[in-house]
Nanobody, 115 residues
């Protein structure tokens, strides 16, 4: 089992920045990939960024060049979000993938970007 707790969401004006944090506990040595997803009202949850245990990163096209995912250690993963836009408003979820088919989720943190 893996437990995830997000923090760092909030309200920011367009063009501003926020840094999300995800603290993992439990069987963290089994985690293959950490990711950040988001879900806006009326929309499906979508992948924002992911990072593997080997350090490979991938990003959604919509956030490329503005968001950066990083992993300080096995427990802590971050999402630095710059140049935020109103369309980035969503609940952001931390995800841990454990092979073969286990996905763990945090409770989510709200990010609201005002125009």
């Amino acid at each position: 089992q893996v437990q995830l707790v997000e923090s760092g969401g909030g309200l920011v004006q367009a063009g501003g920045s926020l840094r999300l944090s995800c603290a993992a506990s439990g069987s963290i040595s089994s985690i293959r990939t950490m990711g950040w997803y988001r879900q806006a009202p009326g929309k499906q949850r979508e992948l924002v960024a992911g990072i593997t245990s080997g350090g490979s990163r991938n990003y959604a096209d919509s956030v490329m060049g503005r968001f950066t995912i990083s992993r300080a250690n096995a427990e802590n993963t971050f999402l630095q979000m710059n140049s935020l836009q109103p369309e980035d408003t969503a609940v952001y979820y931390c995800n841990a993938f454990v092979p073969i088919n286990k996905n763990y989720w945090g409770q989510g943190t709200q990010v609201t970007v005002s125009s």
